[in-house]
């Protein structure tokens, strides 16, 4: 990712509609798979250990401390700056995570996987299960949430200001986490009602005029796109998507 963007998303990320409306739907996706979080505390004998791996500049961090005790890595130093202060942090590549096996009962994962930087997701989805907790009697296993760039149809310019290496299905991502050694809990697209006006932007917008999406609205039209994704989050309640500009999945050890 250009150093700059990591500037550009420390900076309107509290705010942005794309980031607001993504957050409250990864944090129901975990309220709800947690149920209980104090139960799955005492399960462990105290208080949740959380990793996002791939924190950038640590908006999701702050958010995630309300379930647990969050830790963050990145490979950059300029997103483990942003971050600081925020949580515990460490310098390091999702391929290669420097904590021990079950040190985690959740892994979170926010628009990493598909980076130039990521030579092998593979990989990184098996230190992802390395480090989560194992099932156990009375001790569930550790919970992965991810959120991935979907479909290949959509690259235009913003990924190239990204660094996008590749945009996923849910296919596609299904096979890789099952070879992982995930269960798979829930697998959806999401950002489902902007995909026509996006695809259509990326079609009609050159990738020679590179340039990213991340740049904040009018207050009218930023309310309303973030209410277009809360709206969303409510459907996501009850029932998956078959399609959009992200894709959602959360998998258990």
Excluded at 112 to 133: C, K, N, P
Excluded at 140 to 153: D, Q, V
Excluded at 157 to 168: L, M, N, P, Q, S
Excluded at 201 to 227: C, K, M, W, Y
Aim: proline letters at 6%.
């Amino acid at each position: 990712m250009d150093p700059s963007e990591y500037d550009n998303i420390a900076r309107l990320e509290a705010e942005h509609w794309w980031y607001r409306g993504m957050a409250a739907i990864s944090l129901n996706f975990l309220r709800r798979a947690f149920d209980d979080g104090a139960k799955r505390a005492a399960a462990r004998g105290g208080e949740l250990r959380l990793l996002d791996a791939g924190c950038g500049p640590g908006g999701m961090l702050t958010r995630l401390s309300a379930l647990g005790q969050p830790f963050g890595i990145d490979l950059h130093p300029l997103a483990l700056a942003h971050a600081s202060g925020k949580a515990p942090l460490a310098r390091a590549a999702v391929e290669h995570l420097p904590f021990a096996e079950d040190s985690f009962d959740l892994v979170t994962s926010f628009d990493v996987l598909y980076h130039l930087a990521v030579g092998d997701d593979e990989a990184a989805l098996r230190e992802f299960a390395r480090v989560l907790r194992k099932p156990a009697p009375g001790k569930p296993g550790g919970l992965l949430l991810i959120r991935l760039p979907a479909w290949e149809a959509l690259r235009g310019a913003h990924d190239i200001a990204v660094h996008t290496r590749h945009r996923y299905t849910a296919p596609e991502l299904r096979a890789k986490l099952r070879a992982a050694g995930f269960r798979i809990k829930r697998l959806t697209y999401a950002n489902t009602l902007l995909f026509l006006p996006i695809l259509l932007r990326r079609i009609l917008q050159p990738n020679s005029h590179a340039g990213s999406d991340v740049e904040l609205p009018s207050p009218t039209l930023n309310r309303f796109l973030e209410f277009l994704l809360r709206l969303e989050k409510n459907w996501l309640t009850y029932f998956n998507l078959p399609f959009g500009v992200s894709l959602f999945a959360l998998a258990q050890t």
